[in-house]
């Protein structure tokens, strides 16, 4: 059973930072891309960024130069660093890990999500 878990979640004050942090665990053949979406009230699920892995890295126009993917391979853990917060961050925010459990196919999986919330 893959689960993906994630932590850091929190309130802060607008010009903070916060870091989440998301680890897969269970049965594991190989993990792919891993990425952050975030949900705010009464709006669709939008990308945040994503890393390959081999390091490749996408960000949405309105977090970059102010958020920062990372990741650690060898623990099935990815990272999200993030400077600058404004209130419109605010949301729930989701990991995301293209991985194979077993050799064959492919599958997405979601984590739970952890809130986020910017005061202004």
């Known amino acids: 059973q893959v689960q993906l878990v994630e932590s850091g979640g929190g309130l802060v004050q607008a010009g903070g930072s916060l870091r989440l942090s998301c680890t897969v665990s269970?049965?594991?053949?190989?993990?792919?891309?891993m990425g952050w979406y975030r949900q705010a009230p009464g709006k669709q699920r939008e990308l945040v960024t994503t890393?390959?892995?081999?390091?490749?890295?996408n960000y949405a126009d309105s977090v970059k130069g102010r958020f920062t993917i990372s990741r650690d391979n060898a623990k099935n853990t990815v990272y999200l660093q993030m400077n600058s917060l404004k209130p419109e961050d605010t949301a729930v925010y989701y990991c995301?890990?293209?991985?194979?459990?077993?050799?064959?196919?492919?599958?997405?999986?979601w984590g739970q999500g952890t809130q986020v919330t910017v005061s202004s």
């Open positions: 269970g049965t594991i053949f190989s993990v792919y891309v």
């Open positions: 995301y890990a293209n991985l194979k459990p077993t050799p064959g196919l492919s599958y997405g999986y």
């Open positions: 890393i390959t892995e081999f390091g490749s890295t």
